[in-house]
């Protein structure tokens, strides 16, 4: 194994079975007692190949796709999400040591100063709430410690790749600990932009925390984590994929160079302005309280996000659309909960509050230098074939009417509140089985004003080629859900388990920003029944593994895309996912192991009529009945090989590994058209790691995506006609870093 600070240790031909706890539970339940489908990535792993998000992390998980950009986020388990539309919750929560964060732009945040992540699969609802009805995402952050330790790390790497990190631990008092951790990166990017002559896509960002426990005596705990993260994104991160000999032609003129070759790293963007900025901040507090009647937890916390961006619709250098937001957001949450353990078993129950504000503003722009400065360079001929609706009604008008840029303006306030009871109970029915059953009850409203307006002198034709019409809307939510689950927990000894679940999970119903009109602003709940089996096995002779089966029904499935003319939220019905996750790690001795995942997924609409057409088709919609998921790769996986030694003549501790990562095909948008599909792509990344006898200091080297494959992160239609856009995950680098632990 790697040391914490990724220096290597010597190897050991004696395999320690080391017992894992999930975190997201909160109730101090072991890997072996959690009675769903779990990957616990912890931080060794983490740093070897320097993974530093969930994006990259999500690559080598079995039926996880998880894809951010600062206003576009995918988080896929099982094949089910939300993603595109930032006003839509996500079905798969996002947790910070155990808060759950109603923005999933924060994931984009580096992993900072992490003890493990954990990607917990299926309906989490009865355990953790909030829209889990496909499962959930827990960081947890490392501890403070009762001893003085730390570390620093500076990594240099390919495309101007710089970060520094570190933390530092250790006691204040008798009674009190304190962490440090600290981040900042930055990188120059890898695409291209030939319209603006910069590169484009880089993501510095900066992060730090600070933690305090505090024992004031043996019953009694308390602990504060304040943190703050900042994240920049510098350009778009689109590229056409596909575009027309007409919009080639049309782009052109103001870009010789745009091509549609997504192999070259080139983008050919003209919104000087585009990019994003995020800011975050957070406060967590936690009690613990131990009495004679059992013991009391306090979790609570208040955060706040602010997104401002703007990117270039029709990812080309015609001065024509842009995109650009502003989103503040603040939560605050409060659980209480209650444990007690007895002789046959133990008990749970609590309270949880949820309040948060979301004040989105979304602009579609049109000719922002203004319409006449454009069309001036065109021929009217050009512009109905490539423009589409837009282009007719500008062709048809006089030159001196085609003056002013035009806004299509979208907003959101909305306010929510939600409150729930929870409980759980086990059971201990004989030394080898064990009944648990947990539940809980949720009440949650939803206040939203809405509006759309129309703005300057193409304001209105911009509306109509979108579909669009102006309205007010303030309209109010209330949603009760009661989520169940039951679980069979079977202990054969101690390196032998299995489980049998049957749970229940919902995703509240909510508010579509960018709905074109008022009857498509309002998008209703979802519901999800899971079945799920499973096995565990850890042996003395250094091999562990995880099996899986699963099955879930949903009904309304909500699904949200782009689909070239409109931003919406639907629900679709009927569908059905199953599926096998199977996790394996042999530890073969002599310092090597070999460890992986794998997932197989059967993810179709069992009914889903009015879809959204594909762009070229010429319908206005489709019927997806019988048809896979977007984001459901049949296989999916990862295989890793790690090597761990002293070198014999100079004593000191070695280490090497190489991963391969990869999915079969997917679809990448809602309407399945397979121009915007990912085709099977296989990935490797690999390390090797030299430190001094003590483990003190260390230094790497690390390579990812080492045969640069080109892998898509999203893809869709552009409100251009006949063209379509991707964006895609970095092409190689390679990276050292140098240790030091203290």
Request: aromatic residues 10%.
């Given at each position: 194994?790697?040391?914490?600070?990724?220096?290597?240790?010597?190897?050991?031909?004696?395999?320690?079975?080391?017992?894992?706890?999930?975190?997201?539970?909160?109730?101090?339940?072991?890997?072996?007692?959690t009675?769903?489908s779990?990957?616990i990535?912890?931080?060794?792993?983490?740093?070897?190949?320097?993974?530093?998000?969930?994006?990259?992390?999500?690559?080598?998980?079995?039926?996880?796709?998880?894809?951010?950009?600062?206003?576009?986020t995918?988080?896929f388990?099982r094949?089910l999400?939300?993603g595109?539309?930032?006003s839509?919750?996500?079905?798969?929560?996002?947790f910070?040591?155990?808060?759950?964060?109603?923005r999933?732009?924060v994931a984009?945040?580096d992993?900072l100063?992490?003890?493990?992540?954990?990607?917990?699969?299926?309906?989490?609802?009865?355990?953790?709430?909030?829209?889990?009805?496909?499962?959930?995402?827990?960081?947890?952050?490392?501890?403070?410690?009762?001893?003085?330790?730390?570390?620093?790390?500076v990594?240099?790497?390919?495309?101007?790749q710089?970060?520094?990190?570190?933390?530092?631990?250790?006691?204040?008092?008798?009674?009190?600990?304190?962490?440090?951790?600290?981040?900042?990166?930055?990188?120059?990017?890898?695409?291209?932009?030939?319209?603006?002559?910069?590169?484009?896509?880089?993501?510095p960002?900066e992060s730090?925390?600070?933690?305090?426990r505090?024992?004031?005596?043996?019953?009694?705990s308390?602990?504060?984590s304040?943190?703050?993260?900042?994240?920049?994104?510098?350009?778009?991160?689109?590229?056409?994929?596909?575009?027309?000999?007409?919009?080639?032609?049309?782009?052109?003129?103001?870009?010789p160079?745009?091509?549609?070759?997504?192999?070259?790293?080139?983008?050919?963007?003209?919104?000087?302005n585009?990019?994003a900025k995020?800011?975050?901040?957070?406060?967590i507090?936690?009690?613990e309280?131990?009495?004679?009647?059992?013991?009391?937890?306090?979790?609570?916390?208040?955060?706040?996000?602010?997104?401002?961006?703007?990117?270039?619709?029709?990812?080309g250098?015609?001065?024509?659309?842009?995109?650009?937001?502003?989103?503040?957001?603040?939560?605050r949450?409060?659980?209480?909960?209650?444990?007690?353990?007895?002789?046959?078993?133990?008990?749970?129950?609590?309270?949880?509050?949820?309040?948060?504000n979301l004040d989105?503003?979304?602009?579609?722009?049109?000719?922002?230098a203004g319409?006449?400065?454009?069309?001036?360079?065109?021929d009217?001929?050009?512009?109905?074939?490539v423009?589409?609706?837009?282009?007719?009604?500008?062709?048809?008008?006089?030159a001196?009417?085609?003056?002013?840029?035009?806004?299509?303006?979208?907003?959101?306030?909305?306010?929510?509140?939600?409150?729930?009871?929870?409980?759980?109970?086990?059971?201990?029915?004989?030394?080898q089985?064990?009944?648990?059953?947990?539940?809980?009850?949720?009440?949650e409203?939803?206040?939203g004003d809405?509006?759309?307006?129309f703005?300057?002198?193409?304001?209105?034709?911009?509306g109509?080629?979108?579909?669009?019409?102006?309205?007010e809307?303030?309209?109010?939510?209330?949603?009760?859900?009661?989520?169940?689950?039951?679980?069979?927990?079977?202990?054969?000894?101690?390196?032998?388990?299995?489980?049998?679940?049957?749970?229940?999970?919902?995703?509240?119903g909510?508010?579509?920003?960018?709905?074109a009109?008022?009857?498509?602003?309002e998008?209703?709940?979802?519901?999800?029944?899971t079945?799920e089996?499973?096995?565990?096995?850890?042996?003395?002779?250094?091999?562990?593994?995880?099996?899986?089966?699963?099955?879930?029904?949903?009904?309304n499935?909500?699904?949200?895309?782009?689909?070239?003319?409109?931003f919406?939220?639907?629900?679709a019905?009927?569908?059905?996912?199953?599926?096998?996750?199977?996790?394996a790690?042999?530890?073969?001795?002599?310092?090597?192991?070999?460890?992986?995942?794998?997932?197989?997924?059967?993810?179709?609409?069992r009914?889903?009529?009015?879809?959204?057409?594909?762009?070229?088709?010429?319908e206005?919609?489709?019927?997806?009945?019988?048809?896979?998921?977007?984001r459901?790769?049949?296989?999916?996986?990862?295989?890793?090989?790690?090597?761990n030694?002293?070198?014999?003549?100079?004593?000191?501790?070695?280490?090497?590994?190489?991963?391969?990562?990869g999915?079969?095909?997917?679809?990448?948008?809602?309407?399945?058209?397979?121009?915007?599909?990912?085709?099977?792509?296989?990935?490797?990344?690999?390390?090797?790691?030299?430190?001094?006898p003590?483990?003190?200091?260390?230094?790497k080297?690390?390579?990812?995506?080492?045969?640069?494959?080109?892998?898509r992160?999203?893809?869709?239609?552009?409100?251009?006609?006949g063209?379509?856009?991707?964006?895609?995950y970095?092409?190689?680098?390679?990276?050292?870093?140098?240790?030091?632990?203290?």
């Amino acid at each position: 194994m790697l040391a914490a600070t990724g220096t290597a240790e010597p190897a050991s031909n004696e395999p320690k079975i080391e017992e894992v706890f999930v975190s997201a539970t909160r109730s101090g339940e072991t890997l072996a007692e959690t009675p769903i489908s779990v990957t616990i990535t912890a931080d060794l792993e983490l740093r070897n190949t320097n993974i530093t998000d969930l994006e990259t992390l999500s690559d080598r998980l079995p039926n996880a796709q998880l894809a951010y950009t600062p206003t576009n986020t995918f988080l896929f388990v099982r094949g089910l999400g939300t993603g595109a539309v930032r006003s839509a919750e996500q079905s798969v929560g996002f947790f910070i040591d155990g808060i759950f964060l109603g923005r999933p732009q924060v994931a984009l945040f580096d992993f900072l100063d992490v003890q493990q992540v954990e990607v917990l699969r299926g309906p989490q609802g009865a355990i953790l709430g909030k829209n889990t009805v496909a499962g959930a995402v827990n960081v947890a952050t490392a501890n403070t410690t009762a001893e003085l330790e730390g570390y620093l790390e500076v990594l240099r790497g390919s495309d101007g790749q710089q970060r520094v990190r570190g933390a530092l631990s250790g006691p204040l008092s008798d009674t009190v600990e304190a962490r440090v951790a600290w981040s900042r990166l930055d990188d120059d990017g890898y695409l291209e932009n030939t319209t603006q002559n910069r590169t484009d896509l880089s993501r510095p960002g900066e992060s730090a925390r600070i933690k305090l426990r505090f024992d004031p005596s043996d019953w009694q705990s308390y602990g504060i984590s304040i943190q703050a993260a900042d994240i920049e994104q510098r350009g778009d991160s689109f590229e056409l994929s596909s575009a027309s000999d007409e919009v080639l032609s049309l782009y052109r003129q103001f870009d010789p160079q745009t091509d549609d070759d997504i192999t070259d790293n080139r983008t050919h963007t003209d919104n000087a302005n585009s990019g994003a900025k995020i800011d975050g901040r957070d406060l967590i507090l936690t009690g613990e309280w131990q009495t004679d009647i059992g013991m009391f937890r306090f979790l609570g916390s208040s955060s706040r996000q602010d997104t401002i961006s703007d990117f270039d619709v029709d990812i080309g250098p015609v001065p024509f659309l842009t995109f650009p937001a502003v989103e503040n957001y603040k939560q605050r949450s409060a659980e209480l909960r209650f444990d007690r353990t007895f002789s046959w078993g133990a008990i749970s129950s609590g309270l949880y509050y949820f309040k948060s504000n979301l004040d989105l503003n979304v602009d579609i722009n049109a000719f922002e230098a203004g319409a006449q400065s454009t069309l001036l360079a065109l021929d009217n001929q050009q512009l109905a074939p490539v423009l589409g609706t837009l282009g007719t009604a500008l062709a048809s008008l006089p030159a001196s009417v085609r003056l002013g840029q035009g806004t299509s303006r979208h907003n959101l306030d909305q306010q929510q509140d939600t409150r729930s009871v929870f409980g759980s109970a086990k059971w201990d029915i004989s030394q080898q089985f064990t009944l648990r059953g947990d539940l809980r009850f949720t009440r949650e409203v939803k206040e939203g004003d809405l509006f759309l307006q129309f703005m300057g002198t193409t304001g209105p034709l911009v509306g109509a080629a979108l579909g669009e019409e102006e309205y007010e809307l303030q309209t109010r939510r209330t949603e009760r859900d009661f989520s169940p689950r039951l679980s069979l927990l079977w202990n054969a000894d101690d390196l032998l388990s299995a489980y049998a679940t049957v749970a229940r999970g919902f995703k509240s119903g909510g508010f579509n920003n960018l709905a074109a009109v008022a009857e498509r602003a309002e998008f209703d709940e979802e519901k999800s029944q899971t079945y799920e089996a499973g096995l565990r096995l850890q042996t003395d002779a250094g091999l562990s593994g995880e099996l899986g089966l699963f099955y879930t029904e949903f009904d309304n499935l909500q699904v949200a895309a782009l689909d070239g003319t409109e931003f919406f939220v639907g629900n679709a019905a009927r569908a059905v996912t199953q599926g096998i996750e199977l996790s394996a790690r042999w530890e073969i001795g002599f310092g090597f192991s070999v460890s992986g995942a794998l997932g197989y997924l059967d993810a179709e609409y069992r009914e889903y009529v009015g879809a959204p057409a594909r762009a070229d088709s010429g319908e206005e919609s489709q019927d997806l009945s019988g048809e896979t998921l977007q984001r459901a790769p049949e296989y999916s996986g990862s295989v890793q090989i790690d090597f761990n030694t002293v070198l014999p003549w100079v004593a000191l501790p070695f280490a090497a590994g190489v991963v391969a990562e990869g999915a079969t095909e997917q679809f990448l948008n809602v309407d399945l058209d397979p121009i915007d599909s990912q085709e099977n792509y296989i990935r490797y990344n690999a390390y090797l790691g030299l430190s001094d006898p003590d483990l003190r200091y260390s230094l790497k080297i690390i390579g990812r995506n080492l045969t640069d494959e080109i892998v898509r992160r999203e893809a869709g239609d552009i409100a251009i006609v006949g063209a379509h856009f991707v964006g895609v995950y970095p092409p190689r680098s390679i990276a050292a870093e140098l240790g030091v632990r203290f």
